[in-house]
């Protein structure tokens, strides 16, 4: 009961530290504030610590389900990247292709776009050709100023209320170009996603790694549970069991520490454990050298944060779920014999504690002592 007890506050803290981060992602319907590098970061980790955990028998149960606990919390996260980074956009892209808006389409008549682009007749042409593509033609802004002036030259259309919500002209938006019959309709979907790709969105490629290792992962998971399965059932038919009982809570399963103590397969696991230590830690160096030369903390400004759709509350349950899964190892026995093989884990979760309370304290620091403005501007320029 104890046991059970014991893991109830990581399993909390951990359970809920991704829950505020989903929901700013489906309230931004965006996830811009998310870093595709830490995501990735955390997906790696997770990884070998599943892999650590099932090939370390001494390694606790617990320790196993908050393995895949975190697992699932990443997925969920990688998945509501490609979906609002890239399947959201392109579903609501279509929409408003098809349904031109009424109050645009009155505006049509008003705009005095025509004067600037020449002769009433033609500028109605070139309208209602791009009213037929279903664009709804406001505010022409210059794409670039080319050789041969503005008439006649790219345009991005768009409408001063997407503008108002976003820098970068929206996906799916339409670049009328000049053809010798009037004006084509070229969609720039796919240059958006391409080379004019917008700086706030993810570069294709790393969304392409992360779908890649998030199918790896899934698929890694179903068959290594189905094998688990399997081998626990092995091992408990061996021992005379009836009824497969599964990991007892925070207690190191002794039997299966002689039976496999001498295997190859527990360094592996130990080996895994240290990778994910330094993957998980490694995470948060440059953030925290970054910090020291700026002389501010960027990422941990809350406002900021909270602005660009990172939500705070999970570094802060992540510290607390750090704490109680460092306190539960303990707590289960203070015997070297037994900590030792869960040094990998001991050491990720305290060196995280760590260096998540001296991201804290640069945070603190900083906020009294905020930098001055060139100090900014002349540090960022030496940074880049
Ligand atoms: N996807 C996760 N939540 N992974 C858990 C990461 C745990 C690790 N100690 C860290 O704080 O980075």
Redesign the pocket.
């Known amino acids: 009961m104890e046991a059970y007890n014991n893991s109830v506050p990581i399993v909390l803290s ?1 359970g809920v ?2 829950v505020p981060q989903l929901i700013t992602n489906y309230k931004e319907k965006s996830v811009e504030g998310l870093s595709l590098t830490f995501i990735m970061t ?1 997906i790696l ?2 990884l070998l ?1 599943l892999i650590g955990c099932k090939l370390e028998p001494a390694t606790l149960p617990t320790q196993y389900y908050m393995a895949v606990l ?2 699932l ?2 997925l969920s996260l990688a998945t509501q990247t490609i979906y609002y980074g890239h399947i959201y956009p392109r579903l609501k892209a279509n929409k408003r292709y098809y349904k031109i808006d009424n109050v645009e389409k009155r505006r049509l008549h008003t705009d005095d776009i025509d004067k600037k682009q020449g002769d009433f007749a033609h500028g109605f042409e070139h309208r209602s050709q791009l009213l037929a593509c279903g664009v709804a033609p406001s505010i022409p802004i210059p794409l670039l100023a080319n050789d041969h002036g503005s008439v006649g030259g790219e345009f991005y259309y768009t409408s001063a209320r997407s503008l108002s919500r976003s820098h970068t002209p929206t996906f799916g938006f339409f670049v009328p170009k000049r053809s010798s019959s009037g004006y084509e309709c070229i969609s720039t979907e796919e240059s958006l996603f391409g080379e004019h790709e917008s700086a706030q969105s993810a570069p294709p490629s790393e969304t392409k790694t992360l779908m890649c290792v998030v199918s790896a992962l899934t698929f890694f998971l179903c068959i290594s549970n189905l094998q688990h399965a399997q081998s626990d059932r092995n091992i408990m038919h061996n021992q005379g069991f009836v009824v497969q009982m599964g990991r007892k809570l925070l207690q190191v399963n002794e039997s299966l520490l002689k039976e496999y103590g001498s295997n190859g397969a527990v360094e592996i696991g130990s080996y895994l454990g240290w990778g994910m230590a330094i993957v ?1 830690m490694g ?1 948060r160096l440059p953030q925290i050298y970054l910090n020291f030369r700026r002389g501010h903390v960027e990422l941990l400004n809350i406002s900021s944060l909270m602005c660009r759709g990172l939500n705070p509350l999970m570094f802060i349950f ?1 510290l607390v ?2 704490i109680t ?1 460092v306190g539960s190892i303990l707590v289960s026995s203070l015997d070297w014999a037994k900590l030792k093989p869960n040094l990998p884990w001991l050491v ?2 305290g060196g ?1 504690v760590v260096l ?1 309370s001296l991201i804290l304290i640069q945070f603190i620091y900083f906020w009294y002592h905020p930098p001055k403005d060139h100090e900014i501007k002349n540090e960022s320029s030496n940074i880049s």
């Open positions: 951990w530290a991704e955390w980790g997770d610590n975190y697992t919390t990443t998980y995470g992540a779920g750090n899964y990720d979760a995280c998540d």
